[in-house]
């Protein structure tokens, strides 16, 4: 399984942002796409993730401004980034976990909230 996230961008406080991760390959081992972000000189974190059953779940930093979505036949998953702030700046990457030990990672894609 192979991710291409894309999206990311400059934009200002308040604003918003939709990436994506179009997943090719043997997408059919895919069931759980998380995002995950990197903040500058912080760890990763678990951003928003959505199972094969549409289930969704957020970090309390995120909720209510983030929604995570995926269209199935696409084999693509979303992440609408609404209300953006500063403490949003990082590189995001997505995740697909699944069948067969899948463990997959997209290559970040750099966001920058400015003040």
């Known amino acids: 399984v192979q991710l291409q996230a894309s999206g990311g961008g400059l934009v200002q406080t308040g604003g918003s942002l939709r990436l994506s991760c179009v997943a090719s390959g043997s997408t059919w081992r895919i069931n759980t796409v998380n995002w995950y972000r990197q903040p500058p000189g912080k760890q990763r974190e678990l951003v928003a993730a959505?199972?094969?059953?549409?289930?969704?779940n957020y970090a309390d930093s995120v909720k209510g401004r983030f929604t995570i979505s995926r269209d199935s036949a696409k084999n693509t998953v979303y992440l609408q980034m609404n209300s953006l702030k500063p403490e949003d700046t990082a590189a995001y990457y997505c995740?697909?976990?699944?069948?067969?030990?899948?463990?997959?990672w997209g290559q970040g894609t750099l966001i920058t909230i400015s003040s």
């Open positions: 959505i199972t094969g059953a549409g289930s969704t």
């Open positions: 995740n697909a976990e699944g069948y067969r030990a899948l463990d997959a």
